[in-house]
């Protein structure tokens, strides 16, 4: 499947904030690479080089896909709307859901196009069926908000099936070649009506081949399966505990999905002889492991996933394990790239960075910690403790949880995540945030807990100030 | 490459035959009695960040006069060369302007104790600037011809807290270069302790060559992966040699050599050498070396501007009837000007490192011309005189803007207290933008026979500290092959331990006459 779809495909540029000063024997290189996608329009990335800067921007440079319309790249999308049993009590959220898609499908941008599934046991093509794709204009989206109509509670729930047939119709002969295809699920409840490896095959099958942010709405849905489809289609996952909130998100998601702009793009790594990947996760905007994610290509080199990219900026945290080198020696440890498929067998560079190694006998440089590293490394710990802290307290650990929450206070209120420190005084009461000092709550709302666990991934990026308290240490 | 800070030297230092007074290495004369220590045999302790430990204390000098080249009566063109006292010579500073004596209240009192012996009348004999405009610095006796250290009291150490320096590989006395690159010279009589042999091999000086440029087909480190465009190797990943890891050029009448050493990833050193001719068509040689200040940022790109800066406005001058000494000071501030507008220019943006420095760098710069040896410099880099004749002393022409020798000079501390202090090796004198006021120090001499001057970073003198040990350090054919002379001094350093960048420019005295006399 292929790739970039404007006359003018965004620019990419990659900058590299490593520990790249290692003491003699020192074997781990940790660097944050940070991906800014620009579009096509504009020139530059905003870059301004870094401790540690290798910046370099392409132009993806793609061949005119000749949309029909004003200029957006070719997309599909479908909506997957949940119409269990469940939805209809309180019957506000059946109501809720059409309005949002209502607001979804207005949100469409001319030429896009889309598809609405009903979701039950069984997934149920509303509009426009027959197995194809709407192309958005005038006409269509009328006529699919009139065939919204039909979207009435009454079934079982089995989401692997809605994620097939959404597969089916992104994928079928209507959408372009180079579109970037995208879904938008949501569920009240669990996936009741079919065994969890279902859903998981589902995922497996569908997995690169779309991306998909799911919501939950109200407080009945498993916090874990909703965050676990948008894992692994390299979506958004989010709770909206009110229906009334569902048109507004749902506006909002469209409207991201529509800012895409290229479509599988893959974060490519080369490593050295000897060299070993530790990790590599996704940190910014949110903490997304991808270390199991890796298809390899070619000697020491691999690819991991990131899905479609529109005006954005993330940040990915790599660890890697380099064989020994003495003082004085300097060796790359990492070569990170933005490639996607040509479709051709042959990848585009999008862009690239370095990571490097630099044995030093100079304490100061090698015990010196990047803030960019320090920052992150501190915020996938924030989601750790979260979900560890909420697991305890279902369990009934309450020392457990206490630790691990007030650990969590503390990574918040230090790392600036607001945020988050905000949805965590809902679970606990703060006694002193700087040293982690919490107390649970007794009672807690469903939706209090379930945001918190939702949103545990949520992070934030470094801060200016933290930069200058740290470069005091050195 | 120069660190405004390292670790302080904890070992005991040599002292004083006479009084017992301790002494620095290097030194000329006993700080207390003025007892002459210049042909005293070398001290082993040479290298300042290495802590020796209690019991290795060096031999005390011995009781040999200084047997110093008298100047000669006339110069080049038979004018006749008057005789001035050391201290109407001393340095040049910033600006031109004379110091005002005030400035330094006990810079008599500290120098002449840190270094009497002005009466004795040792060459070599300054020579006296012809230009009126050559600002000396008044009523400073010292070293003749080396100009006292200025800033008394020294202003508090600009430097950062140190960072202890891990003694990972401590670097070795002195001990007989090996491998081709010495092979065959002279140097198995020098004064060198017996030393365990080095561990680890320093493959570079096996192949003395310059480093083959980036962008070959095999990777040296795994001679099995090719190399990608940004230099490293696609299948080990190792860096590839770069084009100053190793540097070395050949005139005529000089030639210089700069190596990355073997504990640091890059060469932060630079040099310049040329060749002019005065305008009555005699010889002019221009040496310059930089050591870039690794504590600052892009020190690379400070020492490579320097030395360019100040070598081309010494090939300007030299030949528009400019005294030697007036064009070493302009030397200086015009390389002072390259890096300060280094800072301007800015590198990428480093918001994440907010405590930049500007780009620093120290230099030193010799010019042989006219009869004449003119050193500049400013920093810790320094410049040596070693007569042909190996039964003369050899000399230090230059005193380093270090913490520990501004201590010293102006009798705050002793040599022992002063370089007991973590901050002793720390410069406190540097090109760059933010150094606090620039003192290029400048001073001629006038040898009476034949010999070289060798221009180093501190790279070379810190396993050649000693005077005695750096002129053993110098091949016997030093005056007949400059080039090979550079290489076997890298090579002393590189066996040495290498610990930081080397750089040396050997220039012979006088010009060799099949020189670029006309040039």
């Not at chain 1, 949880?401 to 206070?409: E, F, I, M, P, S």
């Not at chain 2, 980036?214 to 084009?243: F, I, M, N, S, T």
Request: charged share 20%; glycine share 10%.
């Amino acid at each position: 499947m292929a790739n970039f779809a404007k006359p003018k495909g965004p620019q990419f540029a990659v900058e590299v904030y490593s520990n790249e000063h290692l003491p003699e024997g020192g074997r781990e290189v940790n660097a944050i690479v940070t991906v800014t996608s620009t579009g096509g329009g504009t020139t530059g990335g905003g870059t301004t080089g870094g401790l540690a800067p290798a910046t370099a921007s392409t132009d993806s440079g793609g061949p005119d896909a000749g949309g029909p319309d004003a200029g957006g790249p070719d997309a599909a999308v479908a909506i997957m709307v949940d119409c269990s049993g469940s939805m209809d009590y309180p019957p506000t959220k059946m109501r809720g859901a059409r309005d949002a898609t209502a607001a979804a499908i207005d949100a469409l941008r001319d030429g896009v196009r889309f598809a609405v599934i009903a979701g039950t046991h069984v997934a149920k093509e509303i509009y426009p069926g027959d197995g194809r794709l709407a192309v958005a204009d005038d006409r269509t989206r009328a006529a699919a908000r009139h065939a919204l109509r039909r979207l009435a509670a009454g079934g079982g729930t089995a989401i692997g099936t809605w994620l097939r047939l959404a597969d089916r119709l992104l994928n079928s002969a209507d959408a372009p070649e180079a579109a970037v295809r995208h879904g938008i699920l949501l569920t009240d409840g669990r996936n009741e009506h079919e065994a969890p490896e279902e859903l998981q095959a589902a995922l497996d099958s569908c997995a690169g081949r779309y991306t998909c942010d799911a919501r939950g709405v109200g407080t009945d849905w498993e916090v874990k399966e909703v965050t676990g489809i948008a894992s692994a289609l390299l979506g958004s996952a989010d709770i909206v505990a009110d229906p009334a909130g569902l048109a507004a998100d749902f506006t909002h998601l469209m409207e991201t999905a529509m800012g895409k702009e290229i479509a599988d793009v893959a974060l490519r790594l080369w490593t050295p002889l000897g060299a070993e990947i530790k990790y590599v996760k996704q940190v910014a905007p949110t903490v997304e492991d991808l270390t199991g994610r890796r298809t390899p290509v070619g000697p020491r080199a691999g690819d991991y996933p990131t899905g479609s990219w529109g005006d954005e900026s993330r940040d990915y945290h790599v660890c890697v394990e380099v064989p020994d080198a003495g003082i004085g020696q300097e060796m790359l440890a990492a070569r990170v790239s933005l490639v996607i498929d040509r479709g051709d067998g042959t990848v585009q560079n999008l862009s690239h960075g370095l990571v490097r190694a630099v044995w030093t006998d100079d304490l100061a440089a090698s015990t010196a910690i990047n803030p960019q590293v320090a920052h992150y490394t501190g915020q996938a710990e924030l989601a750790q403790v979260i979900q560890q802290g909420l697991d305890a307290r279902k369990s009934g650990d309450t020392d457990g949880a206490t630790a691990k929450l007030g650990r969590a206070v503390q990574l918040a209120a230090g790392s600036g995540n607001a945020d988050t420190a905000r949805l965590l005084a809902k679970v606990v009461d703060v006694v002193d945030a700087a040293t982690g000092t919490v107390r649970l709550k007794a009672k807690v709302e469903d939706a209090d807990e379930m945001t918190l666990e939702t949103r545990s991934t949520k992070t934030v990026r470094v801060t200016h100030a933290k930069n200058v308290q740290h470069a005091q240490d050195t | 490459m120069s660190q405004m800070h390292q670790v302080a030297p904890g070992s005991p230092r040599p002292t004083c035959p006479g009084c017992a007074e301790p002494l620095e290495s290097g030194d000329l004369f006993c700080g207390a009695c003025g007892y002459e220590l210049s042909a005293a045999p070398a001290q082993q302790d040479e290298h300042p960040t290495v802590a020796i430990g209690p019991g290795g204390v060096p031999p005390a000098p011995a009781d040999t006069p200084v047997e110093w080249p008298q100047a000669r009566e006339v110069d080049s063109s038979d004018v006749p060369a008057p005789v001035h006292l050391p201290s109407d010579l001393a340095g040049t500073d910033s600006g031109g302007a004379e110091l005002p004596a005030a400035a330094r209240p006990s810079s008599s009192d500290a120098s002449a104790a840190a270094m009497p012996g002005t009466e004795h009348s040792v060459p070599p004999v300054p020579d006296a600037p012809p230009v009126a405009d050559v600002p000396g610095v008044p009523g400073v006796p010292g070293v003749p011809g080396v100009p006292p250290m200025p800033e008394v009291p020294p202003a508090p150490a600009p430097v950062q807290p140190v960072q202890p320096v891990p003694p990972a590989q401590p670097p070795q006395p002195a001990q007989a270069p090996s491998g081709p690159a010495v092979a065959g010279n002279g140097l198995d009589d020098f004064d060198e302790p017996s030393t365990p042999s080095r561990p680890t091999p320093d493959p570079r000086t096996a192949t003395p060559t310059p480093t083959p440029p980036a962008g070959l087909k095999l990777c040296v480190a795994c001679r099995a992966g090719r190399v990608d465009r940004d230099g490293y190797c696609e299948r080990c990943g190792h860096a590839q040699p770069r084009e100053r890891d190793h540097m070395e050029q050949e005139l005529d009448a000089v030639a210089a050599a700069s190596d990355r050493g073997l504990r640091h990833h890059r060469n932060e050193d630079a040099f310049a050498v040329s060749a002019t001719a005065l305008p009555d068509g005699s010889p002019a040689v221009v040496a310059v070396v930089c050591d870039g200040v690794s504590s600052a940022t892009r020190p690379d790109e400070a020492s490579v501007a320097a030395a360019r800066a100040a070598n081309e406005s010494l090939l300007a001058a030299l030949p528009r009837e400019v005294h030697p000494q007036q064009a070493m000071h302009d030397a200086i501030i015009a390389a002072s000007e390259a890096v300060n507008s280094l800072a301007a220019q800015g590198g990428p943006a480093t918001p994440h490192d907010p405590q930049q420095n500007a780009p620093a760098c120290t230099i030193v710069a010799s010019v042989v011309a006219g009869g004449l040896l003119v050193v500049g410099w400013v920093g810790d880099s320094r410049a040596y005189w070693v007569p042909a004749d190996r039964s003369v002393p050899a000399a230090r022409l230059t005193e380093d803007d270090s913490w520990a020798a501004q201590m010293v000079a102006a009798g705050l501390m002793n040599e022992a207290e002063a370089y007991a202090d973590e901050r002793a090796h720390a410069i406190t004198g540097w090109l760059g933008a933010d150094a606090y006021e620039l003192e290029p120090h400048t001073a001629s001499f006038k040898p009476d026979r034949p010999g070289v001057v060798v221009v180093c970073t501190d790279g070379l003198w810190n396993y050649a500290e000693g005077v005695e040990e750096m002129a053993a350090a110098v091949p016997f054919d030093a005056t007949q092959r400059p080039l090979h002379s550079a290489q076997v001094l890298v090579g002393h350093a590189l066996d040495g331990g290498g610990h930081d960048n080397v750089t040396v420019a050997v220039l012979p005295f006088p010009v060799a006459s099949q020189g670029a006399g006309s040039a």
